[in-house]
């Protein structure tokens, strides 16, 4: 492919394969430090001609970033760094970025996980200043409010960088406001990570002003693990009923109680942009389960939900299935670590006989047994959409796992199943070695777990093991040989711009979508498994290039001149989508 690309012979292009890895052990004798085995080994398979260079988990620190500059210098085409916890200090990382600025075609840099602090942070800065770079992600490192404000100098006037994620550092309000300030005429950032940095109510009334501006662009901000609480919860409530940009909403682990969550929903309802709301590790309880239930029941945007570990118990658990039962977006719902127990989960099953829309469902941790679990095996089978399903750490022993074995028996639809550390002995595991052998449709099935001294590890024969594992090996080669589908493909906007998850059957084409007979909507929800998640983002900038995002976009090479369009059509034809 390499070859191909640069118009080079390929026994030109594997001489270049070799090249860095080769250019960095010389280097390093040049500066008489001993190679690293762990770098040496992940440029084995590294190119002078690739884009993207990752090395991870080498833990080599400083002395070797001079060895790696040297190599990198000649790489004409790299685009992507990744240099993600490497024990990189100040000192390493200002060498490293004193030699980045000279590289022209870098345009994304990743540091995670090193011991970056704010000493780094002006190099950064002029880094971001030469307006190249699109992505910086500096997650988990030792910056502080300081080097938040260093680092600002490098967003005013900034209009490349696309994604900023600072997650897992010290900024605090401090360090949020000068970032907020620096990006006050941004009209470039979609992506904002600023989980777990100490930030609190006050920290969120600046960030109210970034959404509620008119230039304002962010699809996606992570405030996962900060310590928003309820008045922060209001504040965003705020914003969400002015702002028209954001599609995730991540509040999970901030302190949230039920008049929080409350004020969310409340201005969620006028909302129609945001499609994810993760909710995970608060204090909402029942009454905050009734709010969101709430919202639910009216909302046509929403299709992912998580609301795990919040004590929901089976009052909150019935006020989501009555929702459910109305609702015909949400395709994922988590509902895990919480207390629904046979009650709650018995609300669910009698909804999911009729629901056709969700696909994928966490109940793991929910003090479920063979009781609760019966019925809601029974319930599925009569359920065409869910494919994913979670329900491990729960005591399904024997008895449980002989209910699963008729469902896997029956199901067509089901892909991925857990049912790890659920107390199954060799009975069940029996069970379900002969349930699996007759099924084509499983190809993740999870049934191991903590180790066997855990209190609720399963204890399946290891001859069952293996026939399961044989089974599911089977059925993923049937998944990627499937013949392809002889039907044209049309993509379709909603009203907030993004694809909307609609799939036709020929016979019954309607005619507000035109085109030929047999069109169908493709999107991020498209229900085939084959479909890889990447294509969700080269969906997103076709519409995003497409002159009226408004405006139905028909999915032929003639309607949109543009790289995402050709890209995502050559995914689709790969995969057999595209006749």
């Known amino acids: 492919i390499n070859a191909e690309y640069m118009g080079i012979s390929l026994s030109e292009a594997m001489r270049e394969r070799s090249w860095m890895q080769s250019s960095y052990v010389a280097a390093c004798e040049a500066s008489t430090v001993a190679p690293a085995p762990s770098i040496v080994n992940q440029l084995h398979i590294s190119s002078k001609l690739q884009q993207r260079l990752s090395l991870t988990h080498t833990r080599e620190g400083d002395s070797h970033v001079p060895p790696l500059l040297a190599t990198l210098v000649h790489c004409l085409h790299i685009t992507d760094l990744a240099l993600n916890y490497v024990e990189l200090s100040d000192e390493g990382c200002n060498v490293l970025l004193s030699g980045l600025l000279g590289i022209a075609s870098l345009t994304s840099l990743e540091l995670f996980g090193n011991l970056i602090g704010d000493a780094s942070c002006p190099a950064l800065a ?27 100098a490098g967003l005013v006037g900034q209009s490349v960088l696309v994604q900023l994620h600072l997650g897992g550092n010290e900024i605090g309000d401090r360090g949020l406001l000068s970032l907020v300030s620096a990006l006050e005429s941004n009209r470039s950032l979609t992506s904002l990570g600023i989980r777990d940095n100490c930030i609190g109510s006050g920290g969120v009334v600046c960030l109210v002003d970034l959404l509620c501006r008119e230039n304002c662009v962010l699809s996606e901000v ?19 009923l002015a702002n028209t940009t954001i599609r995730v909403l991540e509040v999970q682990g901030n302190h949230v109680g039920p008049e929080g969550v409350r004020a969310l929903c409340q201005a969620l309802k ?58 015909t977006t949400l395709t994922g719902l988590d509902l895990g670590n919480n207390r629904l127990g046979n009650a709650g989960v018995l609300t669910l099953a009698n909804v999911l006989q009729k629901n056709t829309t969700l696909m994928s469902l966490d109940i793991h941790l929910n003090s479920i047994n063979a009781q609760g679990f019966a019925p809601l095996t029974v319930a599925l089978l009569s359920n065409p959409s869910l494919r994913h399903l979670d329900a491990g750490s729960n005591y399904s022993r024997n008895q449980g796992a002989q209910a699963w074995a008729d469902f896997i028996k029956a199901t067509t639809v089901l892909t991925r199943l857990c049912l ?30 903590q180790s066997q001294t855990h209190p609720l590890a399963n204890r399946i024969a290891p001859g069952a093991r293996r026939t399961i ?90 309607s949109i001149e543009s790289h995402a369009f050709a890209t995502a059509m050559s995914t689709v034809a790969d995969l057999g989508l595209w006749p």
């Open 469 to 558: 594992n044989s089974v599911l090996n089977r059925n993923k080669q049937l998944a990627n040989s499937q013949p392809p589908l002889s039907r044209p493909l049309r993509l379709e906007a909603d009203v907030a711009g993004c694809p909307k998850a609609i799939a036709i059957p020929p016979e019954t084409q309607p005619e507000p979508f035109g085109g030929p007979p047999g069109c169908c909507t493709l999107s991020r929800n498209f229900p085939y498994p084959r479909l890889p998640s990447q294509l969700e983002l080269l969906l997103t900038e076709i519409f995003e290039e497409a002159s009226s995002p408004l405006s139905p976009v028909p999915l032929s090479p003639q």
């Open 126 to 152: 002029r880094l971001l200043s030469q307006q190249k770079l699109s992505r910086l992600k500096l997650g988990d490192n030792k910056i502080t409010a300081h080097g938040a404000e260093l680092l600002s």
């Open 270 to 327: 006028s909302n129609q942009t945001v499609h994810a709301l993760n909710f995970n590790d608060n204090n909402l309880g029942d009454e905050g389960a009734e709010a969101i239930a709430n919202l639910l029941s009216g909302s046509t945007s929403v299709t992912t939900l998580g609301l795990s570990g919040n004590s929901v118990d089976r009052r909150g658990a019935a006020a989501i299935a009555r929702a459910l039962a109305w609702n």
């Open 420 to 449: 790890t550390d659920n107390e199954i002995g060799k009975e069940g595991g029996e069970a379900l070695r002969l349930a699996v052998q007759s099924n084509t449709s499983l190809c993740n099935f999870q049934f191991g777990g």
């Open 222 to 240: 992570q405030l996962k693990g900060n310590h928003i609480g309820n008045e922060g919860a209001e504040l965003l409530a705020r914003a969400m």
